[in-house]
């Protein structure tokens, strides 16, 4: 009898990656244009393909310029195809090396003696961790969270969570920043990083800010995405010898117990609610189990979508379930759990400068002497409304970094813009859905008048008959 020994497979190695993959992945990747099989020398093994993905005589160098994976307020990619395990953890080695660079020189002495010569252990700074609901984030938050205990760094994981609730946990926790695996605001293909600093600020892009702002040179200024893709290209090393530590925070529980508060002497009112985000349609389902406001649920996609346009799916399927349910109003979240769109009692999208405004006479109202952070981008329309009011209001700048840093140091109640994101002080600036939802219901709690009673009286209002985008 003739033994057989087994044939090996072949092995292949994509440029810029350790990890070796089969003939079946190789070939997988060819088929889906995976940008790096431009760059390796098996891109014309292509197998059964119909066809070569990459010609032989196809330049090693891409046909164009690589899209960068930062964005204004974080970083997006197409998981496995731009944003891996390995990259995350890069990114987060950074997002440490530049908190420890922040992080004034603290400790203690290994010895209770005064005069003893022994050097002081550090202690790293603490960062909270998250992801959201796509199946690709647990991978991510993997690497991001081996990446900072490497780096020496106390990492908190709260698990999968919304981002208000991820804020809240930095603030509340008093983390030196934060790391959130999330792909909200893309396709469900698509995942990411956001970070925040101290008490739960965003980490945008830097070159928009306020002209009150420090200048780039002083060392207090808040950290931007732009110093991190600098610390990322020059490469990060370890700080201490010895490793981080991780424990586990259920953050629910204070993040809805800081919730209640806000939900207080309700009329009775019917609501239909719109969210793809399970965890916050729970929190919303245990705040109003004994509210006298009634939630009906629409079923909405995790998707991108257009909160500003009234031909936009989900806006569309919200109009038509207020109609057909007859309900007070329509409150439609996205992924985000920021971001909202409010229909009237008509169906009618209510812009976000009428929601801002509404919201801000009701916070005026107990707060007379305070002011309203608006970003650049509808001050040239909002400015002249809110000043028309007797408001005084302030230049936010274009990110949320800017709009967190203008309500911080001028003291502002609320904040907005165009893009249907409220601001309130939470005792720090936060952006949260649920209580942009209920500062709208206090609003129409004063009285029994209905919302689009509320609109009329705020003119201009931009409604369903305006067939683009909503303050353009």
């Not at 922040?102 to 010895?111: A, E, H, M, Y």
């Not at 329309?381 to 967190?404: A, E, F, H, K, V």
């Amino acid at each position: 009898m003739i033994n057989l020994l087994p044939i090996a497979e072949p092995r292949y190695l994509c440029p810029g990656e350790t990890h070796s993959i089969s003939r079946a992945v190789h070939l997988s990747r060819l088929a889906a244009f995976y940008p790096k099989c431009r760059e390796c020398s098996h891109r014309c093994e292509s197998g059964q393909l119909p066809q070569l993905q990459f010609p032989p005589t196809d330049s090693v160098q891409p046909n164009a310029v690589q899209r960068s994976l930062f964005t204004l307020e974080g970083i997006r990619g197409v998981y496995l195809n731009e944003l891996t395990r390995h990259k995350a953890s890069e990114f987060a080695s950074a997002f440490a090396h530049l908190l420890w660079a922040s992080s004034p020189l603290s400790g203690r002495s290994d010895s209770r003696d005064a005069n003893s010569k022994r050097s002081i252990r550090r202690t790293g700074p603490v960062v909270v961790v998250a992801f959201d609901e796509r199946p690709s984030s647990p991978d991510l938050v993997t690497g991001v969270a081996t990446a900072l205990r490497r780096m020496s760094c106390q990492v908190i994981d709260i698990g999968q969570a919304s981002v208000p609730c991820f804020r809240f946990a930095v603030a509340h926790m008093q983390a030196a920043g934060g790391i959130m695996i999330t792909g909200h605001g893309c396709e469900p293909s698509w995942t990411g990083l956001d970070f925040v600093g101290k008490h739960g600020r965003p980490i945008s892009a830097a070159g928009r800010r306020a002209e009150s702002w420090p200048p780039l040179n002083d060392s207090a200024r808040p950290l931007s995405l732009d110093d991190l893709l600098e610390q990322n290209e020059q490469g990060t090393s370890r700080p201490l010898r010895q490793g981080g530590t991780q424990r586990i925070f259920n953050a629910t529980t204070p993040y809805l117990a800081g919730l209640v508060k806000h939900f207080h002497a309700l009329r009775p009112l019917n609501i239909t609610v719109g969210c793809p985000v399970r965890s916050i349609r729970r929190t919303l389902d245990l705040l109003f189990d004994k509210l006298p406001v009634s939630l009906h649920w629409v079923d909405v996609p995790q998707r991108s979508r257009n909160l500003l346009r009234v031909d936009d799916a989900d806006v569309l399927r919200l109009s038509e379930a207020v109609l057909a349910q007859q309900t007070d109003f329509g409150f439609l979240i996205d992924d985000d759990g920021s971001n909202v769109a409010v229909l009237d009692d008509l169906g009618e999208l209510v812009g976000p400068d009428d929601l801002l405004c509404l919201i801000a006479d009701l916070m005026l109202s107990e707060q007379p002497t305070g002011a309203v952070a608006i970003d650049n981008a509808p001050r040239d329309r909002l400015q002249p409304r809110l000043s028309n009011r007797g408001i005084r209001c302030w230049l936010g700048g274009w990110t949320q970094s800017d709009l967190w840093q203008t309500m911080r140091q001028d003291a502002a109640i609320c904040g907005g813009g165009a893009s249907g994101r409220v601001w309130l002080r939470d005792p720090h600036p936060v952006s949260d859905a649920i209580l942009t939802l209920a500062k709208l219901l206090q609003v129409l709690s004063q009285d029994d008048a209905p919302l689009s009673h509320y609109r009329k009286l705020n003119e201009p209002i931009c409604n369903a008959s305006n067939a683009g985008a909503i303050g353009q």
